[in-house]
């Protein structure tokens, strides 16, 4: 497996394993399928695991650790707070509170079962409190040897920039693919001139980016289908983008998903796509696309094939486009 290094000397599997949807979002979730994919992902290598307390809410934090119990030396665990909900899934609010933020980390040390968490998220910029009370907060965390690295998600240059005065961040999260590319306007440049690492989940446009019609289903389990992207005539126009790709990997001998993988992987040795995925088939094919080699022509091809702004439609719905770019 090779590995890349984020910021502050992180040093992670060069693919990640995003574990939402195995609780949470992408329909009727299997804990035993689930599990047997996280153990299978540390046979293979992938040793960066992401999880969050509100994904379930609270029960994918459990699960992931039922999974890495005996084996938590071979894990590079990342978790996020800000997100706050209550017990029967309720969104309360985006909370960056000191008081909130060493309340959030003891309770997801506890239902992760480990003493420290490798890699601590912001998972949302909460824009009544400032960034230099919750980083403090959350460097108080790294002091006190409950974190190892502290992280950012979805943020804005000036945020990163602040925070990072604060402490040394080691990873900013942002949505990243062929079809999402707003980290080019200006974050990427700044993750790099302050030594940040870049992890992109989304690399496969939650599903769509794959050559699985199926993998788009819009059930009422599951909450793309009130995303913009995925309905109506955005949701024809961009298939018709997806179609583009399929004829590129066809010529390639691999798959939509992997190809897409291989052009995240290709943006840089400080980039770490995390795909999601609770069944092992699917991990298997995304841990493939590590052996793809992409030329500047495949590159420029891909992107010939999914232009930058041809994705029609915002990548959350109205509430949700509200809590990015913080």
Not at 9 to 20: D, F, P, Y
Not at 204 to 224: C, K, V
Not at 283 to 295: Q, T
């Amino acid at each position: 497996m090779e590995h890349r290094t984020l910021g502050q000397g992180l040093v992670v599997s060069a693919e990640g394993l995003g574990c939402m949807g195995m609780s949470e979002f992408y329909g009727v979730g299997d804990d035993t399928e689930s599990i047997a994919t996280i153990h299978e992902a540390l046979d293979s290598g992938v040793n960066f695991l992401d999880t969050a307390d509100m994904y379930g809410p609270f029960t994918n934090e459990r699960l992931v650790g039922s999974a890495i119990k005996g084996r938590r030396d071979e894990v590079v665990l990342a978790t996020k707070f800000g997100n706050q909900r209550s017990e029967d899934g309720a969104f309360i609010r985006i909370n960056g509170t000191p008081e909130y933020v060493l309340e959030a980390c003891d309770a997801s040390l506890q239902r992760l079962g480990v003493d420290v968490i490798d890699l601590y998220y912001q998972h949302r910029v909460d824009r009544t409190v400032p960034i230099e009370e919750t980083f403090g907060a959350m460097k108080s965390l790294v002091e006190a040897g409950k974190v190892r690295h502290l992280g950012i998600s979805e943020a804005l240059s000036a945020t990163i920039e602040r925070a990072h005065a604060v402490h040394p961040i080691s990873a900013l999260q942002s949505e990243y693919s062929l079809w999402s590319r707003e980290p080019e306007d200006g974050v990427l440049d700044t993750c790099r001139r302050l030594g940040i690492g870049f992890v992109a989940y989304s690399p496969l446009g939650r599903g769509f980016l794959t050559d699985e019609e199926a993998t788009r289903a819009t059930s009422e389990s599951d909450f793309r289908s009130r995303h913009p992207r995925f309905s109506g005539d955005a949701r024809d126009h961009n298939l018709a983008l997806v179609k583009n790709l399929e004829e590129i990997a066809r010529a390639k001998g691999v798959t939509v998903a992997q190809l897409s993988l291989a052009w995240v992987l290709s943006r840089g040795a400080d980039v770490v796509p995390i795909p999601g995925t609770k069944r092992r088939k699917w991990l298997r094919e995304n841990v493939a696309a590590l052996e793809i080699s992409l030329s500047d022509d495949d590159i420029a091809a891909l992107e010939a094939a999914v232009p930058r702004g041809a994705v029609e439609g915002d990548r959350y719905h109205e509430s949700g486009m509200q809590t990015v770019n913080g």
